[in-house]
């Protein structure tokens, strides 16, 4: 359901915020959205948690909008593995729906940490290979194309049950598997952009028949939030990223160790605590 809610002067600072939100997700790859609105809504402005998240996907959406295309005008999106992860993102969304009422919140919660460890094992042992072949004299090959599509796919289809599952945008785990892809980072911060947008544009179209959107807030959002992707695309055409982008792979996947580990043991933690005497 959409809705306006009245004007209050408190809104004139939700442009502002849009715009640093608006230009750190570009820069991240279209995660963060929810995260810093939400929150913010909630809490600074009193708005209701159900408003909150459906507003907050509404104002997300422009963000990864108008940064993937500023992102492809720069060369920095991948366009078939995009679609590919996409497609199979969609397809594992569906599926997440159904395969989250079949098992526990615990369950949920540790499969998710596993996913983030195996990813991350993945992206290191690229690395470790990329080490070996220039070691030894050889050209770091990429998939071909028919293992692109398979391991796309596949990504893609995890990234949409962990979507899903959590109600997420997903921009971890997509950004997880373009790394596995062996994709340059700047490449892998403009594909997201544009794989978030589509589960973005999924998740919109279940909450608008269920959730309530406040278009009020929307408009103040998206004032600021699509300045700030304008920029983004242009801070990371300038960035000099290819020069630290084996230590930005490194670290991503030992802090989706980190993240992954410390899920599971705090599921297994809890799952304790609620079995004690």
């Known amino acids: 359901m959409i809705f306006h809610s009245s004007f209050e002067n408190s809104y004139l600072w939700l442009p502002l915020i849009g715009f640093l939100v608006g230009l750190i997700s570009t820069l991240i790859g279209g995660g963060g959205g929810g995260f810093f609105f939400i929150p913010i809504l909630v809490f600074l402005f ?70 983030s460890v195996i990813l991350s094992l993945i992206v290191l042992w690229g690395i470790i290979r990329e080490k070996k072949d220039r070691a ?29 599952s959590s109600g997420t ?54 004032a600021g939030t699509i300045a700030g992707a304008l920029i983004g695309p242009k801070v990371i055409k300038r960035a000099p990223l290819e020069h630290v982008e084996g230590p930005i792979r490194f670290w991503f996947a030992i802090g989706m160790i980190v993240f992954g580990t410390a899920m599971i043991i705090g599921a297994f933690t809890i799952a304790s605590s609620i079995h004690l005497p």
């Open 46 to 115: 009193g708005v209701p948690a159900h408003v909150a998240v459906t507003t907050s996907i509404a104002a997300t959406l422009p963000i990864c909008l108008v940064g993937s295309i500023g992102c492809y005008r720069n060369g920095h999106v991948d366009l078939r593995v995009g679609i590919i992860m996409s497609a199979g993102g969609i397809l594992g969304a569906l599926a997440g729906a159904t395969f989250t009422s079949l098992i526990s919140h615990q369950q949920l919660i540790i499969l998710y940490g596993l996913y």
């Open 136 to 164: 030894n004299g050889v050209e770091g090959g990429s998939d071909t194309r028919f293992g692109e599509i398979i391991k796309g796919t596949s990504y893609g289809l995890l990234a949409g049950v962990i979507t899903a």
């Open 169 to 222: 945008t997903g921009a971890t785990p997509v950004q997880a598997g373009l790394f596995a892809l062996r994709k340059p980072v700047k490449v892998v911060i403009g594909t997201s952009l544009l794989v978030v947008m589509v589960n973005t544009v999924s998740a919109l179209g279940a909450h608008f028949l269920v959730g309530q959107i406040d278009l009020t807030l929307v408009a103040f959002l998206t």
